[in-house]
């Protein structure tokens, strides 16, 4: 069965340093992968997603994420954070051929000093 | 932008009482999720529907149960509440295929 990995539980970093978020797969064939970000109190917004191609996707609010098949990874990127980045992210793969299900991470919590 | 809503914000109910929770999405499409969030846990999928009246159980249907009479809307009913459905609730929809889910902002349910 798919699995999708978030070792970090959570996660701070000073405003301006660069953020690097981890997200390891489990999945048979070439997976769907997405990077979801959860404000407090709001649903989950898309940041970026993967479905073939260039393996370097670029995203909303800065964001980038890296698809590397050999490591089975998709981290998140941005080189400089922003207090207002603060939140919790999600990184889930999708499956092929089931009604586009989604299997989450178990996320990463994001704080940002000043 | 895809407009997914759910209708309360914040919910309390009590032990073996019948609970609804709506969802409506405005964009025609033809999936619909349910999922709840725990902490640690993340989203886990409790049921989908791929189409007007259409379901499938997702990973933990246990004590739920869903319809979709319409297109736009999709409910998840809790049959007989129990404390242990104490969570955020969170609905989605996409069209089909692989595409990106749309959240709506979330229920928090509280059973007493």
């Known amino acids: 069965a798919q699995s999708v990995t978030q070792p970090d539980i959570h996660i701070t970093v000073s405003e301006g340093a660069s953020l690097e978020l981890r997200c390891n797969y489990s999945?048979?064939?070439?997976?769907?992968l997405f990077w979801y970000v959860q404000s407090p109190g709001q649903g989950l917004q898309l940041l970026l997603k993967y479905f073939s191609g260039d393996t370097l996707v670029q995203g909303i609010k800065g964001f980038e994420a890296e698809f590397k098949r050999s490591q089975s990874s998709f981290n998140l990127r941005k080189p400089s954070v922003h207090w207002s980045d603060a939140a919790e992210y999600f990184c889930?793969?999708?499956?092929?051929?089931?009604?586009?299900?989604?299997?989450f991470g178990t996320g990463t919590r994001l704080q940002v000093t000043l | 932008d895809v407009k997914v809503t759910q209708s309360s914000r914040y919910l309390v109910k009590r032990t073996g009482e019948k609970v609804f929770l709506e969802c409506v999405q405005d964009m025609d499409h033809e999936n619909m999720f349910w999922y709840r969030q725990d902490p640690g846990l993340g989203l886990r999928l409790i049921y989908f529907?791929?189409?007007?009246?259409?379901?499938e159980k997702g990973d933990i249907p246990e004590g739920y149960s869903v319809s979709r009479e319409k297109k736009e809307r999709f409910s998840l009913i809790l049959e007989s509440a129990s404390t242990n459905q104490t969570s955020m609730y969170l609905c989605a929809s996409s069209l089909t295929g692989i595409q990106p889910q749309h959240f709506g902002d979330g229920t928090r349910l509280s059973i007493l």
């Open positions: 889930a793969v999708g499956l092929t051929g089931t009604a586009s299900k989604l299997t």
């Open positions: 529907s791929y189409d007007v009246k259409m379901k």
């Open positions: 999945y048979g064939a070439t997976p769907y």
